[in-house]
């Protein structure tokens, strides 16, 4: 059930729409052809604006029209009505292209577009946003895990055609179509885990320990603040990280519930050192300068990441989506201020789930890069 918004605009030359007689012309020409699919549409209401004219207009099932006119040349045409489960559609995706191309024509508009129903309010929420924040339509059908933790809002929903989702916070974090994702993160078949000793920061989906468990390290210690998220991946989840949540322990592998930053300020003081560092946390903010709460944890991961990494360890990390490149040259600044300076790799992968290239990053000191370690 959700309340359903069918929208279309149409461009015209500005004078068309200034003109009293011309307006009223064009509203009662809309009318006749929304009365096609909205039998017994009515005006209820119209007024000047600031900036054009509002007209509003109501259909029997509750059916609101508003018609708005933008000095600029543009009328945009919104049709909001309620929408139960079981309940046809006031106007078929064929009916909104057939509208919108015999008002386009009767119009004479130099250009018109039509959206599908935007579903607003509905029990499962089909929309989340990309690393720029534009909107992104999933195929979503169901809500199999919904709680909110003390730390974030936990989701996990299943998609069609991408198979079981982590959201959280409303952002889309690991689908079970995005296997890329993880190897590219850890650089399958480029890096050498065999034997190495690694920390993986955050991870608490399992699917980056799942994988690099394969590649017979030594010993990966995973330090993940939430426990709550690692249950529900491991019920709904567990085609991406197997049985490593549930076991949480094994020869070759520990899952430590806590603060990663706890952890890491241990291991400096007690000279603990890896060969890999993963930072499987927060993603590269979109802000107008490095500042604020998460630039701050960013750094500090940074920092401290390089306290426990060997001379010829590496921070592997993912970045943010392509489409952000202020965002990562900022990132890439912070790691050019790093003590001992450092040199850093990147890579991209188009993530099925984020619908968008991703870039992943492995930083590793300088001096080790010019020894070609």
Request: some cysteine; glycine content about 6%.
């Amino acid at each position: 059930m959700s309340a359903n918004s069918v929208l279309l605009d149409f461009s015209l030359e500005p004078s068309r729409i200034g003109d009293e007689v011309s307006r009223k012309d064009i509203v009662k020409l809309c009318k006749e052809h929304l009365e096609k699919y909205l039998p017994g549409l009515k005006i209820s209401y119209d007024m000047l604006t600031e900036d054009g004219y509002l007209c509003i207009l109501n259909a029997p099932g509750a059916v609101i029209t508003t018609i708005r006119f933008f000095n600029q040349g543009l009328i945009t045409i919104n049709i909001e009505y309620y929408r139960a489960e079981r309940d046809e559609a006031k106007l078929s995706f064929e009916q909104m292209k057939t509208l919108e191309n015999n008002l386009r024509l009767k119009l004479e508009a130099k250009r018109s577009k039509h959206l599908p129903p935007i579903k607003r309010g509905s029990n499962v929420d089909v929309y989340l946003t990309s690393s720029d924040e534009r909107v992104i339509e999933y195929d979503i059908d169901k809500v199999l895990y919904d709680k909110r933790s003390e730390f974030q809002k936990i989701q996990i929903v299943h998609s069609k055609s991408l198979g079981n989702m982590l959201v959280l916070d409303e952002l889309q974090n690991i689908a079970e179509a995005d296997l890329i994702y993880t190897e590219t993160l850890m650089r399958r078949g480029i890096e050498n885990y065999k034997d190495k000793e690694i920390c993986i920061l955050g991870g608490g989906d399992g699917a980056l320990l799942y994988e690099l468990l394969k590649e017979e390290p030594k010993f990966v210690v995973m330090l993940e603040i939430d426990e709550l998220v690692m249950q529900a991946c491991n019920k709904y989840m567990n085609s991406i990280c197997g049985d490593v949540l549930e076991r949480r322990k094994s020869d070759n592998y520990e899952i430590v519930v806590g603060d990663c930053m706890v952890y890491l300020n241990k291991y400096i003081k007690d000279g603990r050192k890896f060969d890999y560092v993963f930072g499987d946390l927060t993603d590269i903010p979109i802000s107008d300068t490095p500042t604020g709460e998460i630039w701050d944890f960013i750094r500090t991961i940074l920092e401290s990441s390089f306290k426990v990494l060997k001379p010829t360890g590496k921070f592997m990390t993912h970045g943010n989506g392509v489409s952000c490149p202020e965002s990562l040259e900022m990132y890439e600044e912070q790691l050019g201020k790093l003590t001992p300076k450092v040199a850093f790799t990147k890579c991209t992968a188009f993530v099925p789930s984020f619908m968008e290239e991703w870039v992943f990053y492995q930083v590793q000191d300088e001096t080790a890069v010019a020894a070609n370690v």
